[in-house]
DNA sequence: TGCCTGCCTTGATCCATATCAAATGGAAAA
DNA sequence: TTTTCCATTTGATATGGATCAAGGCAGGCA
């Protein structure tokens, strides 16, 4: 009924249309999901990190494509089975809810993104994003220097952001120049002030936690 | 526990930050879900229709500026009795995660339009959505004449496609010039070829339905 | 009847981002 | 070491959609 399946970093774990027997849930690494359309045309709409879930009781086929961005270790449950259990077991239904209630609020700020945001506005988001999810281990990240490793290739910010990945080099320069980031090699990024960050993301920061 | 309220077309039902201790589902009419910023930049994030649900099990905070688009009535439930009975009813979250999952699934296809469609495949998107959604109501809109009467103003097309609401009348314009859609009224819409309308979408159309 | 008052359309111009093209740099392979 | 191969940066130019600015049109109200 359960298994472990490993990836490396790049490789595809399904292709959207797939017919897929399983759901899984992420051990550890990144995976994102991604739209392709006809012509080529990529968007990312889902970034699935330890313990988020892909794949949906009820439904025979992917919807998306699943690559692994990281290398990653996958923990997979037949479908059947899988039902089954959350027929007897009132928890897993609720608590993938709650996962999938986080998930739709993640898009939705995502959208927000997509629809109104310039271009250095969404870098400055997606930096952000990153660097607090990094930090959630942890560390609080709004005062004092921020540092991380960014997994993404330029390209896949791209995909991401929906922008071309020569206008995302241009806004990381940009951001560069300014002074709200510090590139101390190509994937490794430092900020020195947070909320210098945030200032560019045009995010209400008013609400931020005061603790 | 529950009780029913009632909204006028254009009424806001509540705003985002206001406190809400309680959840409800759409009885009639429709609203939307809309995310502002500081300096009013808005994205809709949301369509609500009859039988979809508001709210968050566990949230004491509205996530969302709530709009009533049409008149509007709304059955609510007070929180706390709500949440007990989740606790109880183990269908109650099933059947809860599996509309959340298709909200999920359309917020997704969303990001895809705003992130990478051009303005025309956004305009020729919605209103493929719309008007399936109005025929799900018992014919097959893919062969023969559609026609609907659109509830949204340009400035709400606008804000639910990342454009401006002169973009979205300049290709409704086009999409007429073309004869893809029928202006009857300035609201009702004909289309005299719901296949031509898909082609503009974007979408892939090979995977439809071929029952 | 005529005048508001909201939508909506259309035109002119601008600008942010895409597109096309080339150069750079760094890391693995030879 | 040199070569090759990518990812990335940077430059030049094009363009889709935004912005600014008038009008037009229909329905409600005086």
Redesign the pocket.
């Known amino acids: 009924m359960k298994y472990y399946r490993s990836f490396e970093a790049g490789q595809t774990v399904i292709w959207s249309g797939d017919k897929m027997d399983f759901v899984a849930s992420v051990v550890s690494g990144v995976a994102t999901l991604t739209k392709t359309m006809e012509d080529g045309r990529r968007q990312m709409v889902g970034l699935l990190l330890p313990s988020d879930f892909v794949g949906r009781p009820g439904r025979a086929h992917a919807a998306y494509d699943v690559t692994a961005l990281t290398d990653l270790v996958m923990c997979c449950f037949r479908k059947a089975p899988f039902e089954e259990m959350m027929n007897t077991t009132p928890h897993v239904s609720q608590r993938l809810l709650e996962m999938t209630l986080d998930e739709l609020d993640a898009a939705r700020e995502w959208m927000q993104l997509l629809g109104r945001?310039?271009?250095?506005e969404?870098i400055a988001s997606l930096l952000a994003i990153i660097a607090r999810r990094d930090a959630s281990l942890g560390l609080r990240p709004a005062k004092g220097k921020v540092a991380f490793d960014?997994a993404?290739?330029?390209?896949?910010m791209?995909d991401y952001l929906?922008?071309?990945?020569?206008?995302?080099?241009?806004?990381?320069?940009a951001l560069?120049r300014d002074g709200t980031i510090v590139?101390a090699?190509?994937?490794r990024i430092e900020i020195p002030h947070f909320d210098a960050l945030l200032a560019e993301t045009g995010d209400d920061n008013d609400g931020g936690v005061l603790t």
Not at 152 to 156: C, D, K, V
């Open positions: 945001k310039t271009a250095r969404k960014l993404l290739t330029r390209e896949q791209s929906g922008l071309t990945l020569e206008t995302v080099s241009r806004q990381m320069s560069k590139l090699s190509k994937r």
